[in-house]
Nanobody
Framework: QVQLVESGGGLVQAGGSLRLSCAAS????????MGWFRQAPGKEREFVAAIRWSGGSTYYADSVKNRFTISRDNARNSVYLQMNSLKFEDTAKYYC??????????????????????WGQGTQVTVSS
């Protein structure tokens, strides 16, 4: 059983930066994938970024590519999301997740066929202007 806890959310001005953390308790396997999702009121949950535990390959949604950076610390079973040049449209509740298998490409990770088995409770990110 894996427990995921997000932290680091808050209020930030447009153009600013924020760093989110996700701590995973329990056993972590190199064949699995960690990811970040977000959901704004009235909208569906959308994929943001993902990283492989083994090898560290990263994948991003087009809307955040070149602004956000996902990273991991395998020894601490933690994953991070560095968010730069934040925009108002980035405002959402951000969730971390873990799963296997997860199918990804340079365009992001596909929901069809992928299995995200564990989810955190989320952390709110609000961007003001």
């Amino acid at each position: 059983q894996v427990q995921l806890v997000e932290s680091g959310g808050g209020l930030v001005q447009a153009g600013g930066s924020l760093r989110l953390s996700c701590a995973a308790s329990g056993r972590t396997f190199g064949s699995r994938t960690m990811g970040w999702f977000r959901q704004a009121p009235g909208k569906e949950r959308e994929f943001v970024a993902a990283i492989r535990w083994s090898g560290g390959s990263t994948y991003y949604a087009d809307s955040v590519k070149n602004r956000f950076t996902i990273s991991r610390d395998n020894a601490r079973n933690s994953v991070y999301l560095q968010m730069n040049s934040l925009k108002f449209e980035d405002t959402a509740k951000y969730y971390c997740a873990e799963g296997n298998p997860v199918y990804c490409s340079d365009y992001g990770c596909y929901s069809e066929g992928s299995r995200w088995d564990y989810w955190g409770q989320g952390t709110q990110v609000t961007v003001s202007s």
